[in-house]
């Protein structure tokens, strides 16, 4: 048995997302990785700390998600992995859209 603890599957999700600092405004621009009912991979150029807490969005099919999250991990070599913490109805469903349509293999 192997050391990753994840809850659930993560998904190939390559599109944009833009995280910010909830506390300091400041915002990063980069590609999600891959995705997942819980969090997300995040590869940039600039990284925030772990455990920093963000605003993460992200585009895809003419709908936007919206979470706060908080950096899991934040690693020059794998990006930050962001776990979400709470998100807005709306999103949660556009979320468990996506995710359903990962799983068929549609996305």
């Keep these: 048995m192997g050391d990753d603890l994840r809850l659930a599957l993560r998904y190939p999700f390559v599109r944009d997302v833009e995280v910010t600092d909830v506390e300091s405004g400041v915002q990063i621009s980069g590609q999600a990785g891959d995705l997942s009912l819980f969090g997300c991979g995040v590869r940039s150029r600039n990284l925030f700390p ?58």
Excluded at 50 to 56: F, I, K, L
Aim: aromatic content about 8%; charged content about 25%.
């Design 50 to 107: 772990q455990g920093t807490r963000v605003n993460v969005r992200i585009s895809h099919a003419r709908q936007n998600f919206e979470a706060i999250g908080r950096i899991a991990y934040s690693r020059e070599d794998l990006g930050m992995g962001i776990a979400f913490v709470s998100e807005e109805p709306e999103s949660d469903r556009i979320l468990a859209w996506w995710i359903s349509d990962l799983a068929r293999g549609l996305n």
